[in-house]
């Protein structure tokens, strides 16, 4: 049967049963010893067996033969051919055995036929093929600075799998000033390191120490491992804190917030732990520093606490104390500069003030006052400045004084009053500045006159005025105050010795209101002029003067005045009217003026009565008195005719005048008014004779009369006599008024110069001449003649013939 083969479950059971049997029978001989070296490779030769038994390699082969091992762990083989003992694998002491020594692994050889047992043993011998090795590759070890010299501290040893001499033999560590290192054995045999102290330690200086320990076997090659020491240093409170620096230098602007972050000192404490942990404080703090700042324990920042303020205190200087937890201190010192932020406006302060100020003063000091700004440096320089085009100007004196003077004299009249702005600035930033108001007021002198509102005034009053009217106001004003511009009216001497002003106006001499004393009367006075003067209150007193000229107005006040014919209360005066005038025909005219001007003046006629209506007619615009039909037989032969004279004003004022008519057949004198009629009339009868001498005789007193009254007129206003005609300039009537025409009774023509003044009251009428009468057997046509001249002077001649 083969090593190799196969076997049934029956012979399997017989060869345990031989094998124990063996095994039993073996332990009592002594086992055969082999050697071999680890890590041989497999195949190697152990020992020759059949020689080792004393057998021949036939009978050996005969009787059949095994190696058995414990666990069936095959480690060994042996070659059938050669009856050889080999290695089946390559052996690995430690693997196989681990520390022990010696490593010996059992075996039996067993001969089947006839059965026999032979123990033996394999001795594996160790090489040295493993290096120490340090489980930790690195090692802590904490180490008090106070540790005395010598002291002793135990280390973890290194393991080696080899055995014997190839295990660790000793320790060695890098080398160092304070540590050596001793190998010390344990009871089990085992080698361990320990590190002792030979130098004392300064944890400040070496704080910690990283060290090489290395275990060496005692193989040869030896075999080493390493590993790393970590030595740490323990400190002790040894050391007292030191700041970086003993003194800090901070700038700070003065407008720095609460909280401000000053600066953040710091201390360090060579020691560790508790012993380096350092508090801050501030050290014998004054009350103002406790007050102004504060400071973080664990940090050191020191920080505000209240608002700082330049113009107080400039700088600080603050003690810093840090502790560490034992009794060990350090100081420095933080010198806090204030740095000046232009927070503070300028400011003013006024020394005198002059106000008011007169007026055409020249240079004049207005104010002092001085300047100041408790900020520094730049921001506490100051300029200062008014504004523009204002009639001052600043002046520095001494320092931070300005003196406010006027720039030339000052008129109060152009501009009463000054508000004036002084703007301080300083040139900090940003520029802070502050205005001060300075109202002056300019005091006035008397320099100027009165001044009326116009050159001349012009019044108009109506006639007839009542006494103390007032007609009108005169006003002046005065530039100046006060009582320099207090204006007093009076009424100046007039020139014209004619008029008398006094007894005419005057004039309030505060109101500047004009009164007329008395009644004016239109027709008396139609205007006059005169000054008034206006003075001031000043000192001296100023005064100026305007004209004044006074326009009476006319009033309706004069009734028509009948010129022709004539009403003096004597015989009537009788016209003759031949009964052969046609119809249409002029009979005679009726003459009336009017003392008034314009439309007052302005007359027109009217037949109110006539003793046979229809028979005759009155012009109403120029008075002629016409026959309105053809006469006849049965007419009679007197007719009475009363003729209204109206003028226009309001209300309108008239008169009236009857007119005597005479129908005649015919004229028997030399009387008749037309030459053609003379031979017919020649045999008139005596009672027209009678007639024609009384209308001679009526118009003779007629002329006398109005002869007297010119004389009496022209004595009492010469001025209206001018070279020998009537001249009365702005007066004028109209023109239906003035025309004079047409036939009458009178025997002699007479030629008569009559002015009406349009202007004045009066109606002057002037005798010029006759005209002798031409009795050359008949008698003129009565004519009318009008002069171009006297009509532009609003007068006309009448002519009667």
């Known amino acids: 049967m083969e090593a190799g083969g196969k076997l049934t479950c029956r012979q399997r059971q017989v060869l345990f049963f031989f094998l124990l049997l063996g095994l039993s029978l073996a332990g009592k001989a002594e086992p055969r010893r082999y050697s071999v070296v680890e890590e041989t490779e497999g195949s190697s030769f152990v020992t020759s067996l059949a020689k080792d038994l004393g057998?021949?390699?036939?009978?050996?082969?005969?009787?059949?033969?095994?190696?058995?091992?414990?666990?069936?762990?095959?480690?060994?083989?042996?070659?059938?051919?050669?009856?050889?003992?080999?290695?089946?694998?390559?052996?690995?002491?430690?693997?196989?055995?681990?520390?022990?020594?010696?490593?010996?692994?059992?075996?039996?050889?067993?001969?089947?036929?006839?059965?026999?047992?032979?123990?033996?043993?394999?001795?594996?011998?160790?090489?040295?093929?493993?290096?120490?090795?340090?489980?930790?590759?690195?090692?802590?070890?904490?180490?008090?600075?106070?540790?005395?010299?010598?002291?002793?501290?135990?280390?973890?040893?290194?393991?080696?799998?080899?055995?014997?001499?190839?295990?660790?033999?000793n320790y060695v560590i890098s080398p160092n000033s304070y540590f050596r290192v001793l190998t010390r054995k344990r009871s089990d045999g085992r080698k361990y390191p320990e590190l002792v102290l030979d130098k004392a330690l300064d944890r400040e200086e070496e704080p910690e120490f990283r060290l090489t320990l290395t275990a060496q076997d005692g193989g040869s090659p030896p075999r080493s491992g390493a590993t790393q020491v970590y030595i740490e240093v323990l400190d002790v409170n040894d050391n007292a804190p030191e700041f970086e620096q003993p003194l800090y230098r901070v700038r700070i602007p003065e407008d720095s917030p609460i909280g401000f972050l000053i600066v953040t000192v710091s201390a360090t404490d060579v020691d560790i732990g508790v012993n380096g942990e350092i508090s801050y404080s501030l050290f014998q703090a004054s009350d103002e520093i406790s007050k102004t700042f504060e400071i973080n324990p664990s940090t050191g920042e020191i920080r505000l606490k209240k608002q700082l303020d330049f113009e107080t205190i400039q700088s600080y200087e603050v003690n810093i104390e840090a502790r560490d937890a034992g009794s060990f201190?350090?100081?420095?010192?933080?010198?806090?500069?204030?740095?000046?932020?232009?927070?503070?406006?300028?400011?003013?302060?006024?020394?005198?003030?002059?106000?008011?100020?007169?007026?055409?003063?020249?240079?004049?000091?207005?104010?002092?006052?001085?300047?100041?700004?408790?900020?520094?440096?730049?921001?506490?320089k100051i300029s200062c400045s008014i504004q523009d085009n204002l009639p001052f100007f600043l002046k520095s004196s001494v320092e931070n004084f300005y003196t406010l003077l006027t720039d030339g004299p000052l008129d109060r009249e152009i501009r009463a009053e000054y508000n004036i702005t002084v703007t301080v600035t300083d040139l900090g930033t940003p520029r802070l500045k502050t205005q001060l108001n300075v109202t002056v007021q300019v005091s006035d002198v008397n320099d100027n006159a009165p001044a009326f509102t116009q050159t001349s005034y012009t019044l108009f009053v109506r006639e007839n005025n009542s006494p103390a009217l007032h007609i009108g106001s005169v006003s002046a004003t005065d530039r100046d105050s006060g009582t320099n511009a207090q204006v007093t009216y009076s009424l100046l001497p007039t020139h014209d010795p004619h008029l008398a002003l006094a007894s005419l106006v005057s004039i309030n001499a505060d109101s500047g209101h004009l009164f007329a004393l008395r009644s004016l009367d239109y027709e008396a006075l139609r205007a006059f002029e005169f000054r008034v003067g206006a003075a001031d209150r000043g000192s001296p007193a100023l005064s100026s003067d305007a004209l004044v000229r006074v326009v009476l107005v006319d009033d309706n006040d004069n009734a028509p005045f009948v010129l022709y014919p004539l009403q003096n209360g004597s015989a009537p005066c009788t016209e003759l009217l031949p009964r052969q005038a046609e119809a249409g025909s002029l009979v005679t005219k009726v003459v009336a003026v009017d003392g008034d001007s314009g439309q007052n003046a302005w007359l027109s006629y009217q037949l109110l009565k006539a003793t046979e209506p229809g028979l005759f007619g009155v012009w109403a615009h120029n008075g002629e008195v016409r026959t309105a039909r053809l006469l006849s037989e049965r007419d009679a032969a007197r007719h009475r005719l009363l003729v209204l004279v109206k003028d226009n004003g309001e209300p309108?004022?008239?008169?009236?005048?009857?007119?005597?008519?005479?129908?005649?057949?015919?004229?028997?004198?030399?009387?008749?008014?037309?030459?053609?009629?003379?031979?017919?009339?020649?045999?008139?009868?005596?009672?027209?004779?009678?007639?024609?001498?009384?209308?001679?005789?009526?118009?003779?007193?007629?002329?006398?009369?109005?002869?007297?009254?010119?004389?009496?007129?022209?004595?009492?206003?010469?001025?209206?006599?001018?070279?020998?005609?009537?001249?009365?300039?702005?007066?004028?009537?109209?023109?239906?008024?003035?025309?004079?025409?047409?036939?009458?009774?009178?025997?002699?023509?007479?030629?008569?110069?009559?002015?009406?003044?349009?202007?004045?009251?009066?109606?002057?009428?002037?005798?010029?001449?006759?005209?002798?009468?031409?009795?050359?057997?008949?008698?003129?046509?009565?004519?009318?003649?009008?002069?171009?001249?006297?009509?532009?002077?609003?007068?006309?001649?009448?002519?009667?013939?």
């Open 55 to 169: 057998l021949e390699q036939r009978e050996l082969s005969r009787r059949g033969f095994r190696v058995i091992s414990k666990g069936n762990k095959l480690h060994l083989q042996l070659d059938q051919e050669t009856g050889d003992l080999l290695l089946n694998q390559k052996l690995d002491r430690e693997e196989l055995c681990g520390q022990t020594e010696p490593c010996v692994l059992r075996f039996q050889v067993l001969l089947e036929s006839p059965l026999e047992f032979f123990q033996a043993e394999l001795q594996v011998i160790d090489i040295n093929d493993h290096s120490p090795v340090f489980l930790d590759k690195e090692m802590l070890l904490k180490v008090s600075e106070s540790s005395p010299l010598g002291t002793t501290f135990p280390l973890k040893n290194a393991q080696d799998l080899d055995v014997g001499r190839n295990n660790i033999e």
């Open 652 to 801: 309108p004022l008239s008169a009236t005048v009857t007119l005597h008519v005479l129908l005649v057949d015919g004229f028997s004198q030399p009387y008749l008014p037309l030459p053609e009629a003379a031979p017919e009339r020649a045999q008139a009868d005596s009672l027209t004779v009678y007639l024609v001498i009384a209308l001679a005789s009526v118009t003779s007193l007629f002329l006398f009369s109005v002869l007297l009254l010119v004389a009496v007129r022209l004595c009492r206003r010469r001025r209206a006599a001018s070279e020998g005609r009537c001249s009365v300039p702005g007066g004028r009537f109209p023109g239906h008024l003035v025309d004079v025409s047409g036939t009458g009774t009178l025997s002699q023509s007479y030629q008569y110069e009559v002015c009406l003044m349009g202007e004045s009251g009066t109606s002057e009428f002037k005798f010029l001449k006759p005209i002798v009468p031409n009795f050359q057997g008949h008698s003129p046509e009565p004519e009318v003649e009008e002069n171009p001249k006297f009509r532009n002077d609003f007068g006309f001649r009448l002519q009667l013939k």
């Open 329 to 380: 201190s350090g100081k420095c010192i933080v010198l806090t500069e204030v740095m000046d932020v232009n927070d503070h406006a300028p400011e003013v302060t006024m020394s005198s003030f002059t106000s008011p100020i007169p007026e055409n003063s020249p240079e004049t000091v207005v104010a002092v006052f001085s300047v100041s700004d408790l900020d520094s440096e730049e921001n506490g």
